[in-house]
């Protein structure tokens, strides 16, 4: 599981809210990803890192920022959370086998 | 831009029979392409990938750039097998030599006993 969790598991919020969600590995990997995980739409990624205070957009990333200050963890902040926002977010890192991603175990979000 | 498509949201085939998963991809330069998949409640882990041309739990997939496709098969389905199966695309990103994995929406595989 090349060492990477993330937490919270659950979580349920209500709207209008601040939530931020950590992701951390052990592993030293360089690069960093989020995701959402949605019925009907797989995986999309949010945000993600190449390296320390790198980071850059994916394909949803409105409504939500992140931070790299550490190789280890990864962070994604929804700054006012709404309910569309409820999903399964995934964590990944890759690192010395290109193109390898490892996930962490997702974290589920409910906004109420 | 780079696409993924799996055109079955939902697969149910019997114990013994083979199995076909299907993946499009479109992607103007050179694809690299993999199977991840994800078991009950777990999280995704990769499966196979085109480049290492290796069989994994008995699956295999070619890529057909000509067709663009890279399906996952199996002779014969065993229960064990049921799971959510992802086919992904990695493409250049925009930092510093990232690279984006852009997934396919998932073909859920149900094998009735």
Request: net charge positive; with cysteine.
């Amino acid at each position: 599981d090349a060492g990477i969790t993330q937490s919270p598991r659950h979580k349920v919020t209500e709207t209008g809210t601040p939530v931020t969600l950590r992701c951390h590995q052990t592993e030293n990997h360089r690069y960093m990803y989020w995701y959402r995980q949605d019925p009907g739409h797989g995986l999309r990624l949010i945000h993600y890192s190449y390296g320390v205070k790198d980071t850059d957009k994916g394909e949803v990333s409105d409504g939500y920022s992140v931070s790299r200050s550490k190789t280890e963890d990864f962070l994604l902040t929804l700054e006012s959370a709404t309910s569309s926002q409820t999903s399964v977010y995934f964590c990944a890192s890759e690192g010395g086998d290109r193109f390898e991603q490892y996930f962490g175990p997702g974290t589920r979000l409910t906004v109420t | 831009a780079q696409r993924v498509t799996q055109p079955e949201k939902l697969l149910s085939v019997f114990k013994g029979a083979p199995v076909e998963l299907k993946c499009n991809y479109s992607y103007s330069g050179s694809p690299e392409l993999f199977w991840y998949v994800q078991y009950s409640r777990q999280r995704l882990q990769l499966l196979l990938r085109h480049i290492s041309r290796e069989s994994i739990k008995g699956f295999t997939a070619d890529l057909n750039k000509g067709e663009t496709s890279f399906h996952l098969k199996k002779p014969f389905a065993q229960e064990e097998d049921s799971a959510m199966y992802y086919c992904a695309l990695s493409g250049r990103g925009s930092g510093a030599g990232s690279y984006q994995l852009t997934f396919g929406k998932g073909t859920k595989l149900s094998v009735i006993p």
